[in-house]
């Protein structure tokens, strides 16, 4: 059996950092951070945390930016979800597998941050539909079920499960 699981909001509270982020922001005087990150994620495919930081730093002349981006990224510690960090464990590092879509700096500093990698053998970054990334995985361990994980419905209609019958998915929910 293989695990492979989306990273933001399946193992990591995604949500969490970006309460810090806007925390943090607020703290240093920026007005409606908010609103700043939505038009910043509606005009750029990929978001950077640090490159929002840097813009909004050079825009008020400060030099403080990897100052604040460190501040706000050390909330990783936390932020991994307890239950998912045991089914991983109790699945095994070596049949574990994270698969994330979005800026690959980004999503690579909050695994690292976060500990995410301890629990993975593999890891990917995509700014696809993760098609690509999961079948390989389906294709190397034909022999093995490989259940995969997401929280968004859009991940799951491209994959090919007739030719990967292996390949068994799942719509991840938080339970509170």
Not at 10 to 31: D, M, Q, T, Y
Request: charged fraction near 30%; glycine fraction near 6%.
């Amino acid at each position: 059996m293989k695990l492979v699981l989306d990273f933001d909001d399946v193992v990591f509270n995604a949500a969490g950092l970006k309460a810090r982020f806007f925390e943090v922001l607020e703290k240093e005087g920026i007005e409606k951070p908010e609103e700043q990150y939505t038009y910043e994620r509606q005009n750029n495919r990929y978001f950077s945390m640090l490159g929002f930081i840097e813009r909004i730093c050079r825009e008020k002349g400060w030099s403080n930016a990897g100052t604040l981006y460190e501040t706000i990224m050390k909330a990783c510690e936390d932020l991994l979800d307890p239950q998912m960090v045991e089914l991983m464990q109790k699945v095994g590092v070596m049949n574990c597998y994270l698969v994330t879509y979005g800026d690959k700096q980004f999503q690579e500093a909050k695994m690292v941050r976060s500990g995410a990698y301890k629990y993975v053998v593999g890891h990917a970054v995509t700014q696809g539909n993760k098609k690509k990334e999961v079948e390989e995985i389906c294709e190397k361990f034909k022999n093995e079920t490989v259940f995969f994980v997401d929280d968004k419905d859009h991940y799951f209609t491209a994959l090919d499960t007739v030719k990967y019958p292996n390949l068994k998915t799942f719509k991840y929910h938080k339970v509170l």
